[in-house]
């Protein structure tokens, strides 16, 4: 559902806009491109309702702004990747993240011709719905979280159709992957290819490809928390988890066994009035089951297999045993610091509700693939201008 769009206050933030306009847009090669640049975020951050180009131009008040705009993220030529690659660095030394957060974004459409647009079960959502998917990664702490980077998720139809690709410019480098492949390549771009600092990535997803995410990046270093499914079945190190047997077992079967490990971790989870209580968790030691030889064969097995990982379970006394299934390699982390990781994707779930959405990052009504990337990414500078903005007035 889309959130009421109230504009923030104009002049709110014209010096966090100034300062991060002039780091990020360096790149542009022009001056009157880095003008519309920090017209279009002013639009996305006062406009009220929708934030489409029509209506960002229209509080610009300039006749042949509209046009001006439109050409300038449809139809221009620069490179949205050196500015996300900015927004990243910015946050880095600013924010100081936490993790990088690799997250999901739905954006329902109600027309079949915007890139991307086809119609899908999200099992999040339980419904089918005729949407783009995209991946987004975001910089993540308990105190601020921005996106950074985005990936389009585009369909085998789309992309195998020439006549559809043309009509929304999607380049000749862009091909088929599945959206577990599509995850891997947005979060290996921004955490090994931007030379950022080496921050844990979270994901909290609910895809069958979870493992072979996991597997994946594990084998790239990424340090890594996986929320995993409690059918996945993995191999028990741990020789204190009695009656594990040999053979690997589901996740919630080893969190059942592990049951009276659990401690006590500091939380977030409230009680009846609001009563703060502390969250439980436990660990034991597993491993990835080594792949079958026909998996191997046909590229389905998990790179990672045989490292040492943890799996994580986290739960409340008197409530579901195991509530949540992580997964991580990260065997020298203690469960406090895990499951505050852990929580970092509530924090993005908060900040796309109100600040995000706010900012029109799911508005752009055009068609095309390069506009829908400079969008995005304009739409991710807005965020972090007033994300920074409410860090700033928060009380020390």
């Known amino acids: 559902m889309q959130h009421a769009r109230t504009p923030f206050p104009p002049g709110s933030h014209d010096a966090l ?34 934030k489409s180009i ?3 131009a229209a509080l610009l008040g300039k006749p042949a702004s509209e046009q001006n705009l439109h050409h300038f993220i449809c139809s221009s030529t620069w490179d949205w990747v050196p500015i996300r690659r900015a927004l990243a660095h910015y946050l880095a030394g600013a924010a100081a993240p936490q993790a990088w957060v690799v997250q999901p974004m739905i954006i329902p459409k109600t027309g079949r011709h915007s890139v991307g647009v086809e119609r899908h079960f999200f099992p999040t959502l339980g419904q089918v719905l005729n949407a783009q998917h995209a991946i987004g990664v975001w910089a993540t702490s308990e105190e601020l979280s921005t996106p950074v980077n985005w990936r389009l998720h585009l369909p085998e139809v789309w992309l195998n159709d020439d006549l559809r690709r043309s009509q929304v410019s999607i380049p000749d480098g862009v091909g088929v992957e599945t959206l577990g492949e599509c995850m891997i390549e947005a979060c290996l771009e921004t955490t090994t290819g ?3 600092p080496v921050r844990p990535v979270v994901l909290d997803i609910g895809e069958p490809q979870a493992m072979t995410i996991f597997g994946k990046l594990g084998a790239h ?3 890594l928390l996986a929320r995993v499914g409690g059918d996945l079945r993995l191999a028990v190190l741990d020789s204190v988890l009695p009656g594990s047997g040999s053979r690997p077992l589901p996740a919630h079967r080893i969190m059942n066994l592990a049951k009276d490990m659990r401690r006590p971790v500091p939380g977030r989870e409230h009680g009846p009035q609001g009563a703060s209580r502390a969250a439980l968790a436990a660990t034991i030691r597993v491993g990835l089951p080594a792949p079958t030889s026909a998996a191997a064969a046909a590229g ?8 040492e990982l943890l799996l994580l379970g986290i739960g409340q006394e008197g409530g579901h045993w195991p509530a949540e299934l992580w997964l991580t390699n990260l065997t020298a982390v203690s469960p406090a610091t895990l499951v505050r990781l852990s929580r970092l994707t509530e924090k993005v779930d908060r900040d796309f509700a109100e ?9 752009f009504t055009g068609r095309s693939f390069n506009g829908w990337h400079r969008h995005v990414t304009l739409a991710s500078a807005a965020h972090a201008v007033v994300a920074l903005a409410n860090r700033r007035e928060r009380p020390a």
């Open 300 to 307: 389905g097995g998990h790179p990672g297999a045989g490292g």
């Open 17 to 50: 806009l100034t300062e991060l306009c002039s780091i990020l847009f360096t790149s542009l090669s022009r001056s009157d491109q880095c003008r519309k640049g920090m017209q279009y975020l002013r639009g996305l951050l006062e406009t009220e309702g929708r």
């Open 221 to 223: 270093g990424v340090p």
């Open 355 to 363: 600040i995000a959405d706010q900012v029109g990052i799911r508005d």
């Open 54 to 56: 029509r209506n960002i």
């Open 194 to 196: 931007w030379g950022l």
